[in-house]
């Protein structure tokens, strides 16, 4: 693409940013594609010296917390282009055997986890549109102005082409809610309804501001479970997804004395209340408990199976180093992806900072 294309598009995209008012009151008919549909990249975002992934006592630390990143990016980039957002593309691109489907953009982060302040995509009227809302890192726990701001220097470079911005004045997270493609989101209540986002809302409030902007028809409530170790509140892609509109992939602990026994146990008895849009109860698949994982300190992380990536020619799944549970994992969503390669990716670097594979990607559709 030549320069004065490059400028054309970042101008053009200058003015759809700027011109465009915050979503109508009237509703249009609006939904979120569903992730299993065709996808036009992957977005991620690398760690750097200045994130809390680069421990100044050991040379290694940034190097070894890279490793994941680079796994999950090539395993993206077998079928679809990846872009990753870094502080040095030179030194990161340098880092791969191969950079094919990457693109390598420099803009300053506060964190990694591009599944919570990346754009949220909407289709209206047969068009998409970036929506880019509030981020304030899980509820004001950490600084996160640079990552708030990184939807809008994307846009303005012109990465998003012509695709329209809107910037909405209101809390959500993408790894918060789920949406089937036809109307539904799952989400839940622990996270949605916390005081610290939007200053505590009812269900009902946060239900009109999920029709109204993302067009949702129902809302589907889990009111239980959590991780320990967690810092988002319970965001719903650690705990239940969507794979297909009739069927919902959930964790389920079978150990009494796990401290999640109970939660979840709960979590999967509302499960089963569910119905979908045509009154079915959905298809529920039970994911199995990863055996507990610590820090340094003895603190439990965050290690689920349910933060998978659905890519265009891919299903990419973590593990952590559990061998009886990841093979059981992987064995399940084989039989639920048949048509697309299913990928391991070892990931508990990734949870000794609080996320997982799912928590750092964030997927544009076509």
Same mark, same amino acid.
């Given at each position: 693409?030549?320069?004065s294309?490059?400028?054309?598009?970042?101008?053009?995209?200058? &003015?759809?940013?700027?011109?465009?008012?915050?979503?109508? +009151?009237?509703?249009?008919?609006?939904r979120?594609?569903?992730?299993?549909?065709? +996808?036009?990249?992957?977005?991620? #975002? @690398?760690?750097?010296? =200045?994130?809390?992934?680069?421990?100044?006592?050991?040379?290694?630390?940034?190097?070894?917390?890279?490793?994941?990143?680079?796994?999950?990016?090539?395993?993206?980039?077998?079928?679809?282009?990846?872009? *990753?957002?870094?502080?040095?593309?030179?030194?990161?691109?340098?880092?791969?055997?191969?950079? @094919?489907?990457?693109?390598?953009?420099?803009?300053?982060?506060?964190?990694?986890?591009?599944?919570?302040?990346?754009?949220?995509?909407?289709? =209206?009227?047969?068009?998409?549109?970036?929506?880019?809302? %509030?981020?304030?890192?899980?509820?004001?726990?950490?600084?996160?102005?640079?990552?708030?701001?990184?939807? &809008?220097?994307?846009?303005?470079?012109?990465?998003?082409?012509?695709?329209p911005?809107?910037?909405?004045?209101?809390?959500?997270?993408?790894?918060? *809610? =789920?949406?089937?493609?036809? $109307?539904?989101?799952?989400?839940?209540? +622990?996270?949605?309804?916390?005081?610290?986002?939007?200053?505590?809302?009812?269900? /009902?409030?946060?239900?009109?501001?999920? #029709? +109204?902007?993302?067009?949702?028809?129902?809302?589907?409530?889990?009111?239980?479970?959590?991780?320990?170790?967690?810092?988002?509140?319970?965001?719903?892609?650690?705990?239940?997804?969507?794979?297909?509109?009739?069927?919902?992939?959930?964790?389920?602990?079978?150990?009494?004395s796990?401290?999640?026994?109970?939660?979840?146990?709960?979590?999967?008895?509302?499960?089963h209340?569910?119905? %979908?849009?045509? $009154?079915?109860?959905?298809?529920?698949?039970?994911?199995?408990?990863?055996?507990?994982?610590?820090?340094?300190?003895?603190?439990?992380?965050?290690?689920?199976?349910?933060?998978?990536?659905? #890519?265009?020619?891919?299903?990419?799944?973590?593990?952590?180093?559990?061998?009886?549970?990841?093979?059981?994992?992987?064995?399940? @969503?084989? &039989?639920? @992806?048949?048509?697309?390669?299913? *990928?391991p990716?070892n990931?508990?670097?990734?949870? /000794?900072?609080? $996320?997982?594979?799912?928590?750092?990607?964030?997927?544009?559709?076509?």
């Amino acid at each position: 693409m030549t320069c004065s294309k490059i400028e054309a598009l970042q101008r053009n995209a200058n &003015q759809q940013s700027s011109i465009l008012n915050p979503l109508s +009151q009237e509703y249009p008919v609006r939904r979120v594609p569903a992730e299993w549909e065709k +996808q036009r990249c992957v977005l991620m #975002s @690398f760690p750097h010296e =200045e994130t809390d992934w680069y421990d100044p006592d050991n040379p290694k630390s940034l190097n070894e917390a890279l490793s994941p990143f680079i796994r999950i990016a090539q395993a993206v980039a077998y079928k679809e282009p990846v872009y *990753i957002i870094c502080k040095d593309k030179e030194k990161i691109s340098s880092m791969f055997c191969s950079t @094919f489907n990457m693109i390598f953009i420099e803009l300053p982060t506060n964190d990694t986890w591009i599944r919570d302040y990346g754009y949220i995509t909407v289709e =209206e009227d047969g068009e998409k549109r970036l929506l880019d809302f %509030t981020f304030d890192g899980w509820g004001g726990k950490f600084e996160a102005a640079l990552d708030n701001s990184v939807n &809008q220097a994307l846009h303005k470079k012109g990465y998003m082409g012509t695709t329209p911005l809107v910037q909405i004045d209101f809390v959500l997270e993408g790894g918060s *809610i =789920e949406s089937d493609g036809d $109307g539904t989101i799952l989400t839940t209540s +622990q996270c949605l309804c916390n005081p610290n986002r939007n200053g505590g809302l009812t269900k /009902e409030q946060v239900e009109e501001k999920l #029709s +109204q902007y993302l067009g949702a028809k129902r809302i589907l409530w889990l009111d239980h479970g959590y991780l320990a170790g967690d810092d988002t509140d319970s965001h719903i892609d650690t705990l239940a997804r969507f794979v297909n509109k009739d069927t919902i992939v959930y964790v389920k602990c079978d150990e009494s004395s796990d401290e999640h026994y109970e939660a979840l146990k709960a979590m999967e008895k509302q499960l089963h209340t569910f119905r %979908t849009a045509e $009154g079915a109860p959905y298809t529920l698949i039970p994911l199995p408990m990863c055996e507990a994982k610590f820090d340094k300190e003895g603190n439990r992380l965050p290690a689920t199976y349910a933060n998978f990536l659905i #890519s265009n020619g891919a299903m990419v799944y973590p593990t952590y180093g559990d061998k009886t549970n990841d093979a059981k994992a992987g064995e399940i @969503f084989k &039989q639920l @992806f048949p048509d697309r390669e299913i *990928i391991p990716v070892n990931c508990l670097k990734l949870i /000794e900072e609080g $996320g997982s594979l799912h928590c750092s990607t964030m997927q544009i559709p076509f």
